[in-house]
T-cell receptor, first 114, second 119 residues
Framework: KNQVEQSPQSLIILEGKNCTLQCNYTVSPFSNLRWYKQDTGRGPVSLTIMTFSENTKSNGRYTATLDADTKQSSLHITASQLSDSASYICVVSPFSGGYNKLIFGAGTRLAVHP | AAGVIQSPRHLIKEKRETATLKCYPIPRHDTVYWYQQGPGQDPQFLISFYEKMQSDKGSIPDRFSAQQFSDYHSELNMSSLELGDSALYFC??????????????????FGEGSRLTVL
């Protein structure tokens, strides 16, 4: 069983609509949880990073939430744009170890259609 | 703002050849990480450097080696290339969080990646 599971695997929405992506993790204890956006064939771009004590973090139209009790995180995208089409990856850092221990989710592939 | 620069962006090699990938971290970042991402797979950690010294080693084949130079740029050298080495190679950099004593609380910035194709 993956330690970081994301849902849905893929999602299609119309431009201007909102959407929410889910990330469930079993990593414990953990240090922080990150959301990255990755365009096909490009490097991941950091959207948000939250420590275990934070509940929410916003970055423009992106808002991430974290519930450390239920080990769930979500990424909400508001007023989607065509450029939001990408894979969104949830990454969890265990408490011990550095970036060599990052645990990547499989990602949610989002397609925004006009 | 300056980002992590990787070169080349695309590279095509034959089996058994060698390849060198370069990474220029964000200025003042003191840690560099190399990841390999196969098609449809998660990035796999290869190796990392802190202040020009190897800090950790992951699933890096013995055919690969890497180093970080005095100007903090890093190079990943791959020899005796195999078909399975075809992947996206990402470099990432960060600034060690001295206040917490850990690197993992800081932002990790990825480069655009170098796509290696082995024929």
């Amino acid at each position: 069983k993956n330690q970081v599971e994301q849902s849905p695997q893929s999602l299609i929405i119309l431009e201007g609509k909102n959407c929410t992506l889910q990330c469930n993790y079993t990593v414990s204890p953990f240090s922080n949880l990150r959301w990255y956006k990755q365009d096909t064939g490009r490097g991941p771009v950091s959207l948000t990073i939250m420590t275990f004590s934070e509940n929410t973090k916003s970055n423009g139209r992106y808002t991430a939430t974290l519930d450390a009790d239920t080990k769930q995180s979500s990424l909400h995208i508001t007023a989607s744009q065509l450029s939001d089409s990408a894979s969104y990856i949830c990454v969890v850092s265990p408490f011990s170890g550095g970036y060599n221990k990052l645990i990547f989710g499989a990602g949610t592939r989002l397609a925004v259609h006009p | 703002a300056a980002g992590v620069i990787q070169s080349p962006r695309h590279l095509i090699k034959e089996k058994r050849e060698t390849a060198t990938l370069k990474c220029y971290p964000i200025p003042r970042h003191d840690t560099v990480y190399w990841y390999q991402q196969g098609p449809g797979q998660d990035p796999q950690f290869l190796i990392s450097f802190y202040e020009k010294m190897q800090s950790d080693k992951g699933s890096i084949p013995d055919r690969f080696s890497a180093q970080q130079f005095s100007d903090y740029h890093s190079e990943l050298n791959m020899s005796s290339l195999e078909l399975g080495d075809s992947a996206l190679y990402f470099c990432a950099s960060s600034l060690y969080q001295r206040t917490s004593g850990r690197a993992l609380d800081g932002e990790l910035f990825f480069g655009e990646g170098s796509r290696l194709t082995v024929l």
